[in-house]
């Protein structure tokens, strides 16, 4: 019984297709849309898969950068596509052996894949796993990678596809980071098309001057197109608005053929008909075209009293997010002086994990605010290393705050070395005080 459920389900999805020997797909052109993710890859190298899974601390579609990629595929066999990519997005790469960009930059990826698909082209949906390798660059630094995944292609007919995947991006080389792709496209032939022969108009009738199926002799209005039920003369309109009654639904007003002789509705009655009206069914605005005065942020302050548009904020802040409270700062400033290192090493000691988290639950309750991590150290030992000591135990500190749901976005962390001291580095006191983290809090 089972087998044959299986076999009904499956034919209900095949697409049909005239006169076709071959399912092997023709030379396609794809456009896809693309969502980076390495975050969740970063997360699952620091922590294990089962600890995000079970923290829910994977990235969201906020989190991910956005990007676009052209595509050439082709049919090797019936079940087997070659699939050949070029695309791009800016994002801030993580590199394995190096600081993590502080801006945005072009991150271009090209990768020739074989899509195995478990089904042939005449089904509606075809599932598929895919295999390659690939090439990226991102400002000067080149890297390779390979590509695994699967995904689902669904017949739009005509040797049209659309297609969803979800690859994870392995990193072979040292300064290639692995990631998350997940992409959403489109795929048309290329192949040219025949045009549709051209069918000759049919000849007119004789003696019909009008056209309208009376001929001439049986005609009253010879010259003027009509109804044999009026003797080939037209059919009334009462509102003289070109649509005849008998085809109108409101004969007394003026209207449009596409609303069958009655005029352009008014659907929210807001003084914009639909036509004219981006939000028919919503009360609205001719400023906005008939939608409401917009809230882009979300915040409860429409967009026109709202002075920080981009950002929410209180009604009693003009929609602009509130500065961090002093008892907030003074509350990050002592937990900066609670967060402890290995000696000589950027690896937290666990004592920190409750500063940090205070620190975290702040961040989680304001998401308005912002925070800047500085690392620093005495003058013991060259300033090379120094400087290196302080970025990597910003970093540290940046890394926890991320693990722990933090967008990144509203972090940032740099290492100043024994360059910025607090105390005379020739006591053991002073030289303690100089060992420290700095967070300032600040309005996003």
């Known amino acids: 019984m089972k087998k044959i459920l299986l076999l009904i389900l499956v034919l209900g999805f095949t697409v049909s ?32 898969l089962s600890t995000v899974l079970r923290e829910k601390t994977f990235s969201s579609l906020k989190d991910m950068s956005y990007g676009l990629s052209v595509g050439y595929m082709k049919g090797i066999s019936e079940h087997v596509d070659f699939s050949g990519n070029l695309g791009g997005s800016f994002v801030k790469y993580p590199f394995q052996n190096r600081p993590t960009p502080k801006s945005e930059g072009f991150l271009m990826e090209a990768d020739a894949s074989l899509n195995i698909k478990l089904l042939t082209d ?21 890297g ?28 072979i080389t040292q300064e290639t980071s692995n990631h998350f792709l997940f992409s959403l496209g489109f795929g048309v032939p290329l192949r040219e098309r025949k045009a549709a022969p051209e069918m000759a108009p049919p000849p007119p009738p004789p003696s019909d001057r009008d056209g309208d199926g009376v001929i001439d002799a049986d005609d009253n209005c010879p010259d003027v197109r009509g109804l044999a039920k009026y003797n080939g003369c037209p059919i009334p309109d009462t509102d003289k608005d070109g649509i005849n009654d008998e085809e109108d639904e409101c004969p007394a007003v003026p209207g449009t053929a596409k609303y069958k002789g009655c005029p352009v509705p008014d659907t929210d009655k807001d003084g914009i008909n639909d036509e004219n009206d981006d939000c028919p069914t919503v009360p609205g605005t001719a400023k906005y075209r008939g939608c409401p005065v917009p809230d882009t942020d979300k915040d409860g302050v429409n967009d026109d009293e709202d002075e920080c548009i981009n950002r929410p904020g209180p009604v009693s802040n003009r929609g602009c997010p509130l500065p961090p409270k002093e008892e907030e700062i003074q509350a990050v400033n002592k937990a900066a002086t609670r967060i402890f ?10 004592k920190s994990f409750t500063a940090l988290n205070e620190v975290v639950a702040i961040m989680k309750n304001q998401e308005s605010l912002g925070l800047d991590i500085e690392g620093h150290t005495d003058n013991v030992g060259s300033d090379e290393l120094n400087q290196k000591l302080s970025e990597a135990r910003a970093a540290s500190v940046y890394n926890y705050l991320v693990g722990k749901g933090i967008a990144e976005s509203r972090l940032t962390s740099a290492g100043f070395g024994e360059s910025q001291p607090r105390a005379d580095n020739k006591t053991a006191a002073g030289r303690a005080q100089n060992r420290r983290v700095v967070m300032n809090l600040k309005t996003l």
């Open 17 to 48: 297709y005239a006169q076709v020997k071959s399912f092997k797909k023709e030379p396609t052109l794809t456009v896809q849309f693309l969502w980076n993710d390495f975050r969740s890859a970063q997360l699952i190298k620091n922590q294990s």
């Open 122 to 142: 005449q089904y509606a949906v075809n599932p598929y796993l895919t295999v390659g390798v690939g090439a990226s660059m991102y400002d000067v630094y080149f």
């Open 144 to 171: 390779a990678f390979i590509p695994v995944g699967a995904g689902f292609q669904f017949n739009l007919g005509q040797q049209t596809f659309l297609y969803t995947q979800a690859q994870y991006r392995v990193g």
């Open 341 to 350: 290192f290995q000696t000589g090493s950027a690896k937290l000691l666990p």
